[in-house]
């Protein structure tokens, strides 16, 4: 099981405050059945430079007291105006792939920016993958945007999708229709934003067998160890 988004490392964003908590909230994970943690701070570009971002990524992993060969290190870059112009975008690519997660805008998305994410992957070898898609369903239920990304980019979503009655059939219709790549817990804390990637995994054990599960886990796999040509 990979967790592919999350905000463990401490004192980086909205996420873990301290080692203590970034500790606890990887040990939760694990227990839960996580080999793989992605770790994906934040990243506003209109805050600071990918080379500030990218020293104080190095110094919070470095306070972590513990072996990281089960760490993926990336970023949640916010989508913004002249992302695709970025010289240094491939800095915050996840570790030892070609993956670049992005957090679009809460508006309806124009022609334009999906364009821009189209010209990121023309210009660098990066694959974009768009940051928890389900929370966008809503805001561009009267476009034709969803059915857009899920057929031209890499779609993640987070656990609780899977794990809200109210909302999962709609996932497990994602996960039928081969239109998910990856899964997070986007887990920020213990408490309101805990890692819960065992519970969504049970969701989809229970509703659609060990056999979706397995398989989803081998492709998640495969992706991260570059063993399936990253195409959409």
Not at 15 to 26: F, P
Not at 66 to 76: F, H, M, S, T, W
Not at 102 to 122: C, Q, Y
Request: net charge negative.
């Amino acid at each position: 099981m990979i967790d592919f988004h999350s905000h463990i490392l401490p004192g980086m964003d909205d996420g873990s405050k301290n080692v203590a908590e970034s500790m606890e909230m990887m040990e939760a994970s694990f227990s839960q059945g996580v080999e793989m943690i992605v770790a994906t701070p934040h990243f506003y570009p209109w805050l600071e430079s990918p080379e500030d971002f990218l020293a104080r990524r190095a110094s919070a992993i470095k306070s972590l007291p513990l072996p990281l060969d089960k760490i993926r290190v990336g970023a949640e870059v916010a989508y913004y105006d002249g992302i695709v112009y970025s010289e240094d975008i491939e800095l915050l690519k996840i570790s030892e792939t070609d993956f670049l997660l992005v957090e679009m805008p809460m508006t309806v998305w124009t022609r334009r920016m999906l364009d821009s994410l189209h010209a990121i992957e023309n210009r660098t070898r990066l694959k974009v993958v768009i940051a928890h898609l389900d929370r966008y369903l809503r805001l561009q239920k009267r476009t034709a945007n969803i059915d857009y990304v899920c057929d031209n980019f890499f779609i993640q979503v987070n656990a609780d999708y899977f794990i809200n009655r109210g909302t999962q059939r709609k996932a497990l219709k994602l996960i039928n229709e081969n239109s998910v790549d990856f899964i997070g817990s986007d887990c920020h804390n213990l408490t309101s934003r805990p890692p819960n990637m065992g519970e969504a995994y049970q969701t989809i054990e229970k509703k659609l067998g060990i056999k979706s599960v397995n398989a989803f886990n081998d492709k998640q796999n495969q992706y991260l160890e570059g063993g399936l040509i990253y195409e959409r």
